[in-house]
């Protein structure tokens, strides 16, 4: 039963890593499109249309790829965990049914319109489909972290039957989507979200300032995503330590695993670094700032914040790997506004275009949301173990009955190799289409977008 | 007033129904994909399902969300009982829809094999998987006292759901071909035009028989149909849809024959639905182990929260459904931003 617990998490795991690259890409360019499509209309200014043109290519690319790697999320459900699925299905259920109906219609119906009507609708028509796509886009992400965060903050339920029999069932269902955890995690996500789009725009921007092609398009990229980008990095941090105050009251265990904290105690320190040794359960190579955690938590150092030590060794998450990952997310995230900031300073003293090494790294900044992204994911999932649902089911106890390991291993196998694949065609199109560049026929727009001629 | 419970039953079923129409010639265009002669009949093919396509897939991913609130014993038991047919199914579908995405990109003549191959690979093994999965939903699967799938892989590839799968395959390849007619002009609008006979007596004949298995050895749809008095109507608009087809097409009304193939399987899926009512997932050989409605629902009030929330969204959805494949209609032009 261990191999099949093992496998199936490894599976959900990779699975969902590999397609949580997309959907914030999608999310953030889908932003990105409206910002440009609606300059576009406003000034009419034909560098914005070449702009939306080229990025609308580069969303149609993520956007594919997030379909695709989506669908196996919604069946692995039931695949792997039918426990798990028979026991949440209640709850669950109308959260992912809102998003079927609400989310993915809206935006795959209304992507039609963005990708392929350019000159079959007029110029309004086509910007009301790009703002539905985004939409749609964004209430995705509403359900799915909605009942998420279900998962780490159950509310609005109550437990019917016994033993295996034990599901959760609505009580509530405004109580549910407003789970103590779900609004300041979607702000969260979507903010990590947009600045990954931000980031790949700047991103291919200063690609190609340094290699001096297409200049007034690379230049309008980059300061798009440099304005996006630290105006969100910044909206990270607040939304960041709003979500840690609610896993400090909701999921201490977790809380302290992000900080490596065993003990309980007052003024408890902020750890910036260090590696938790969980066979000897201490704490080695620590850089902390005393009482800071108390405080960030509680506005009071003298508070104290519960650690490992409360709870069951079986009870306890793996602390190192949620340190580490939850870490790893705050130093890029630092990293981010730092870099962003310093790009606002050069952009306002008129020499942000002259400093290639600050240009270059704006081409790696790209990684940096990707990277936060996954780390924070992972420290929010791995955080809440050993419970599937926290408090309620553990995710042993969520695995299905008749899946054996053989058959796990397989289906691994699979998808290692199928998404291998795509991985590295997706990496090969992007980099194609970047090297291709914004096409110079979209600087003289036809059809319905077409300029109105100049009075002589 | 049906109950809550025969409403979600309805309900799914109109998903999945709604589904099987959309992708079906979405497949059926996949199936057909190997019959065209150039690349550029080929891009035509694409581009008829380019910007609708994907829309076309909510409905199986909205079907499977549904299935799993209102019906999370069902979605539970199907799921992991159908482990391995399921992650194939998924790996079709990745292709289909990569190939679709990725074909254009390169102008190469090998990459633009690779994705014609993955693209009409992924749909006719999409479409034979679905059908496979009916199959074996309408002959019953093992279940044990918790309602768990107590049988094997191989146990799922029997002569009757096999059949259902290849039946599916006809189905999708004449239905994508009348589509197609609607989409493509001149001399590949004629050509398209001489598929659809013999996709039509490729699937009447596969019917047929699947029929007549039915009929004679599954006694527990034959049995739930004849209690439903107005199952021989069903039966009626199913044929008379199916053969309005070759008429329009004779008379060039390509647009009729494509509602009419539409109608004629939302005839085929409405008779499963009665066959199953009130049974999801027959248990076989033990009956008393049947998923059903009751057994396997939600609670009432996540029933009644998710028929509000279907209230307000479906006719939100249908309506701009309709204006979408209103702004793509008529015949494809290729132009630079085609696939």
């Not at chain 1, 669908?71 to 109308?94: C, H, K, L, P, Q």
């Not at chain 1, 219609?105 to 392929?116: I, P, T």
């Not at chain 2, 994909?33 to 909510?58: C, K, Q, T």
């Not at chain 2, 990569?98 to 006719?124: C, L, N, T, Y």
């Amino acid at each position: 039963m261990d191999d099949v617990l093992w496998l199936s998490r490894l599976q959900f795991a990779f699975t969902i890593a590999f397609h949580y690259i997309y959907p914030p890409l999608s999310i953030g360019l889908g932003v990105a499109l409206v910002i440009l499509e609606g300059l576009w209309l406003k000034t009419r200014n034909p560098l914005y249309h070449q702009l939306a043109r080229f990025w609308t290519k580069v969303f149609a690319l993520t956007f594919a790829m997030g379909v695709a790697t989506g669908i196996v999320m919604e069946f692995e459900f039931g695949t792997n965990w039918a426990t798990y699925s028979r026991y949440v299905g209640d709850v669950f259920g109308s959260a992912l049914a809102a998003e079927g109906i609400f989310a993915f219609f809206l935006e795959s119906g209304f992507l039609a319109v963005l990708l392929f009507g350019w000159d079959r609708v007029g110029p309004k028509t086509h910007f009301f489909a790009t703002c539905m796509v985004a939409l749609g886009a964004h209430f995705s992400a509403i359900w799915i972290v909605v009942a998420n965060s279900w998962q780490q903050t159950p509310a609005g339920y109550h437990i019917v039957g016994e033993g295996l029999h034990a599901r959760a069932e609505i009580t509530d269902f405004w109580a549910m989507v407003f789970n103590p955890s779900s609004m300041d995690r979607l702000i969260h996500t979507l903010g990590g979200a947009w600045l990954a789009g931000a980031t790949l725009v700047a991103s291919v921007g200063a690609y190609y300032v340094l290699r001096n092609r297409h200049l007034p398009f690379a230049r309008a990229s980059v300061k798009l995503g440099i304005a996006l980008g630290l105006g969100v990095a910044l909206l990270q941090l607040a939304t960041g330590h709003h979500s840690a105050q609610i896993v400090a009251q909701h999921q201490p265990a977790k809380l302290a695993a992000f900080e490596g904290l065993y003990d309980t105690r007052t003024h408890a320190p902020l750890a910036l670094l260090g590696w938790v040794d969980e066979k000897n359960e201490n704490f080695r190579f620590n850089v902390e700032i005393p009482g800071l955690l108390s405080w960030l938590i509680h506005g009071d150092v003298a508070k104290p914040v519960t650690g490992l030590r409360d709870f069951k060794p079986a009870d306890r998450p793996p602390v190192n790997f949620v340190f580490q990952t939850y870490h790893a997310m705050i130093a890029v995230g630092t990293g981010l506004i730092a870099l962003l900031g310093l790009g606002a300073f050069y952009w306002w003293r008129g020499t942000l275009f002259d400093r290639r090494w600050y240009l270059w790294l704006v081409v790696l900044a790209v990684l940096g949301p990707q990277i936060a992204n996954q780390a924070g994911w992972w420290s929010a999932e791995v955080g809440r173990q050993p419970w599937i649902v926290y408090g309620l089911l553990r995710t042993a106890d969520g695995l299905s009955a008749v899946v054996r390991a053989e058959t796990v291993l397989t289906s691994l196998v699979l998808f290692t190799l199928v998404y291998a694949l795509l991985f590295a065609l997706f990496v090969y199109l992007l980099n194609d289409k970047i090297h291709h560049g914004p096409d110079d026929a979209d600087l003289t727009p036809t059809g319905k977008h077409a300029l109105p001629a100049r009075q002589p | 007033m049906p109950d809550l419970n025969t409403i979600w039953f309805i309900l799914v079923g109109v998903l999945f129904t709604g589904y099987a129409i959309l992708d079906g010639f979405d497949l059926g265009v996949g199936a057909l994909h190997l019959f065209a002669r150039s690349d550029e009949e080929r891009r035509v093919f694409l581009n008829a399902i380019g910007p609708v396509w994907d829309g076309n897939e909510v409905w199986l991913v909205t079907g499977g969300g549904a299935l799993f609130a209102a019906f999370p014993r069902v979605y539970a038991t199907a799921f992991s009982g159908f482990y391995l047919a399921f992650m194939l199914l998924l790996v079709a579908l990745i292709f289909r829809a990569v190939a679709i995405e990725f074909r254009s990109k390169q102008p190469m003549r090998w990459w633009r094999r690779m994705w014609d191959v993955a693209f009409a690979g992924g749909s006719v093994a999409s479409a034979f998987l679905i059908g496979v999965t009916m199959g074996n939903i309408a002959w019953g699967v093992p279940l044990d006292a918790r309602g768990e799938f107590a049988g094997t892989f191989l146990g799922l590839l029997r002569p009757y759901p096999l059949l259902l799968g290849v039946t599916t395959v006809a189905l999708f390849a004449m239905h994508g071909a009348i589509y197609l007619v609607m989409k493509t002009e001149g001399e590949l609008h004629d050509r398209v035009r001489r598929w659809i006979n013999p996709t039509i007596i490729a699937f009447i004949l596969c019917y047929v028989v699947f029929t007549l298995a039915t009929l004679l050895y599954v006694p527990h749809i034959t049995a739930a149909i004849k209690q439903e008095p107005w199952f021989f109507g069903v039966v009626v608009l199913a044929v008379l849809a199916i053969a309005n087809i070759p008429r329009a097409v004779t008379h060039g009304w390509d647009f009729q024959a494509f509602l009419s193939s539409c109608a004629a399987m939302a005839c085929l899926m409405a008779l499963f639905g009665l066959g199953m009512y009130p049974h999801l997932l027959f248990s076989h050989p033990q009956p008393e182990y049947s998923l059903t409605i009751y057994n396997a629902a939600s609670s009432q009030k996540t029933l009644g929260i998710m028929l509000t929330i279907a209230l307000l969204g479906l006719p939100i959805v249908l309506a701009y459904t309709v204006s979408i494949y209103w702004i793509f209609r008529g015949k494809v032009k290729l132009d630079r931003m085609s696939y």
